[in-house]
């Protein structure tokens, strides 16, 4: 995924540094692990939103932290732990363009397989995995579980 975002981001970056926003709490893992790997003038900052506490099933969105560089004039890359309705980075993209981003990209460290009612577009993926409810390398299953060294499903009946 590193390699395909320093691909079409470096070009755009002799003037201004890219914006990555990264969506906390689940993009913490990935966000550590791609930052070396990405190799023009970047800042980094974050956002905090959840729709999900501790359930398993979506729900209203609730903004925790709002990025505290402006965004303004930006290329932004959004980066989140995982795209499954699509809900969050809808909203998250309609942010920043509302705040006046010159352009939005979207990537994910992993992406569910299955339909979604919203359209969204991301750019970048990691991983896809199948239509389970996944914890580990950041990503949460009722608040726990980021800490596990790779991507699990939850049992099917739990
Ligand atoms: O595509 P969606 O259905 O909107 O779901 C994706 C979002 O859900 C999770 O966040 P959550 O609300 O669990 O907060 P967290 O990042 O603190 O875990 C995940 O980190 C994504 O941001
Ligand atoms: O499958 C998931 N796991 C953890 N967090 C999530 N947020 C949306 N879907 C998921």
């Given at each position: 995924m590193a390699v395909a975002i320093n691909r079409d981001l470096e070009p755009l970056t002799p003037h201004r540094p890219v914006l990555l926003l990264s969506v906390l709490n689940g993009a913490i893992v990935v966000t550590g692990q791609i930052l070396p790997h990405l190799h023009f003038p970047l800042l980094l900052d974050s956002v905090q939103v959840s729709r999900y506490g501790s359930e398993v099933a979506g729900g209203v969105l609730q903004w925790r932290l709002h990025p505290r560089?402006?965004?303004?004039g930006t290329v932004v890359l959004l980066l989140d732990d995982i795209l499954d309705e699509g809900v969050t980075l809808k909203a998250l993209q309609e942010y920043c363009l509302r705040e006046g981003a010159a352009a939005v990209h979207t990537a994910v460290m992993v992406r569910k397989q299955r339909s979604r009612s919203v359209d969204v577009r991301v750019d970048y993926v990691a991983l896809d995995v199948p239509d389970r409810f996944v914890f580990g390398y950041g990503l949460d299953a009722r608040g726990l579980g980021?800490?596990?060294p790779g991507i699990f499903a939850l049992p099917e009946d739990v």
């Open positions: 560089e402006s965004v303004r980021r800490n596990a």
